[in-house]
Structure formats: structure tokens, C-alpha cells
């Protein structure tokens, strides 16, 4: 049997990602003692790499296909295949920002200040193009932690990656700029996604990934409605298209459903009730595909 090989992220992205996956239909259970985390799909083989270093191991043919940020596949210089971009990261859906930052009684205040001075990353490349864009001259080392707390004794400077700020904020470190913005990414090998059964695998996978995150901000909304309220209550509701309208047993009445945004629904339920809408039931979605 043919299998694909599945690089998946270790570490702060892990969990989110295996929720991510679980909403897509695939249930990995992770194993403490091992970074091959058994899933219930016997035609994928999941191994768990830091997101640092899964570029590397997807463009050299270790694993067909993997999940890791922009960041990374930048700051590796990769040639992989782009399959799909998936905003999502630790704490939020939102983009995660590499920014740099200083102390905040720094007397750093732009880019060009940072001439001669020291700046400590774990993204090293990428800090160095900024720098060289920027026609900055400056000494970029290399993090193997705690980057945070460096300024201003160890570095004048750091580039870091940030979600809220409210790290940075809490080591009395305040932004002077962004310096990349990341996202996660879906990527694969070139020769893999040439192989027409792993092309497929991969795509299969894509569009569930897809269905997922787009699940994830909307909900189901089915309700009851008699004839003489339908006109009124399909005005209020919006829809991915157009609601769904069922007929009842009784003829006066008919069953509405439809997918909304999530961060409606406390608006809507209160006008569709007063609209005449009754039996209003929201639910949860895995996977919506358009």
C-alpha cells in the first residue's frame, strides 16, 4: 500500500494543529515518547519535526508534505510546492508578526538606528535581508532562547516572533517595526506532488484542511418558521448562499437552515426570535467546503 509521508509541526504549534486535523476528519494521537504519532488514515505516515527545520525535510524528499510557517520557508530559502496557506497559529487565527523590538528606554526609535549595533534573532537570514534593505549595517546573532530578555545588556536589539505583543509588552520591550509577517503553510515536495496518487493524497487533504478552517469561524443554524414569518425572518438571515427551506408536516410551517459567522449569531438569534422564528438551534461545524 502506498503511503504518504506527513511532516507535522513540534512544539507551540502541535496541539493546534492536531485540532486542526481532528476537524478535518483525521484523529492523530500523539505518543510522548515518539515523534511518530499514530493516525487513523492507513495510506499517511505523520512524523513530528520543529517547524524550523520542516522545509528542509520536505524540499530534500524526508517527508512528501508538511505543515511549518512562511517564516521558516524563507529563512531556509526552500524550493518546495506551496500547496495552501492556513491562518492559523498558536494563540489566535491570526498571523503571527517577527518584529523588532528594543527596551523600551531604548534610544533606537527606526531601523537606521540600528547601525553598528547588535541584534539577537533566531530568524538570522531573514534579519539580515531586512537589514540590507534597509542599507543597515549591524551585528545579527543568533537565539537559542530567552531572546526577550537580551536587551539591552546582551543585544540592542531583537527580532522576534509575536502574536499579541503581550510578551514582548511584559519584558518592557516595545516594537519599532515588523520585519515579516508569517502564516502556516501546507507545502510539499516538487518530485511528490509530481506523483499522481500522492498529488492526490495531498489535495484530498488540502481541500479537508480548507473545509476545516473556514468551519472553525461559522456555525449551523436551523429554526422553525410559519409561513406568515418566512418573508421576514429570510430578510434578517444572511447565508454562504441561500438559506435551506423545508416544507413541515404541517403546511404553515417550515424548517430553515443555514451557515453564518460565528460572531453573528448573538445579534441574529434575538432578531430572528422576534422576527417569529421558534425551536432556534445552533451547532457546530467540522468542515465547510465550498
Not at 152 to 160: N, R, T
Not at 180 to 197: E, G, L, M, R
Not at 263 to 278: F, M, N, Q, T, Y
Amino acid at each position: 500500500m502506498q503511503k504518504l509521508k506527513l511532516g507535522l509541526p513540534k512544539g507551540s504549534l502541535e496541539n493546534s494543529t492536531y485540532e486542526l486535523f481532528k476537524k478535518a476528519g483525521f484523529a492523530i494521537t500523539p505518543n510522548a515518547r515518539s515523534y511518530y504519532p499514530l493516525v487513523d488514515d492507513e495510506e499517511l505516515e505523520v512524523v513530528l519535526f520543529r517547524p524550523q527545520e520542516m522545509s528542509r525535510y520536505v524540499e530534500d524528499g524526508t517527508v512528501d508534505a508538511g505543515l511549518t510557517g512562511h517564516d521558516w520557508i524563507v529563512e531556509n530559502d526552500s524550493k518546495v510546492h506551496e500547496v495552501v496557506e492556513l491562518t492559523y497559529s498558536k494563540q489566535t487565527r491570526k498571523p503571527v508578526r517577527w518584529v523588532l523590538a528594543v527596551h523600551r528606554d531604548s534610544s533606537i526609535q527606526q531601523v537606521k538606528d540600528l547601525e553598528g549595533k547588535k541584534i539577537a534573532t533566531e530568524l538570522v537570514n531573514v534579519t539580515r535581508s531586512f537589514l540590507k534593505k534597509n542599507k543597515v549595517k549591524a551585528e545579527v546573532e543568533f537565539s537559542w532562547g530567552a531572546t526577550e530578555a537580551k536587551p539591552p545588556k546582551l543585544a540592542d536589539a531583537i527580532v522576534e516572533a509575536t502574536e499579541t505583543g503581550s510578551s514582548l509588552a511584559a519584558n518592557n520591550l516595545r516594537i519599532v517595526e515588523t520585519v515579516i509577517t508569517s502564516v502556516t503553510k501546507f507545502i510539499a515536495n516538487h518530485k511528490s506532488y509530481q506523483d499522481p496518487w500522492k498529488k492526490k493524497k495531498i489535495d484530498n487533504i488540502r481541500i479537508l484542511l480548507e473545509g476545516a478552517m473556514l468551519a472553525h469561524e461559522k456555525v449551523g443554524l436551523k429554526m422553525n418558521v410559519s409561513k406568515k414569518h418566512l418573508d421576514a425572518v429570510l430578510k434578517i438571515l444572511p447565508a454562504l448562499k441561500n438559506p435551506t427551506v423545508m416544507p413541515l408536516s404541517d403546511s404553515n410551517w417550515f424548517d430553515v437552515d443555514t451557515v453564518i459567522d460565528e460572531k453573528v449569531v448573538r445579534v441574529l438569534i434575538p432578531e430572528l426570535k422576534k422576527a417569529g422564528a421558534s425551536g432556534i438551534i445552533e451547532y457546530p461545524l467540522n468542515k465547510v467546503i465550498l
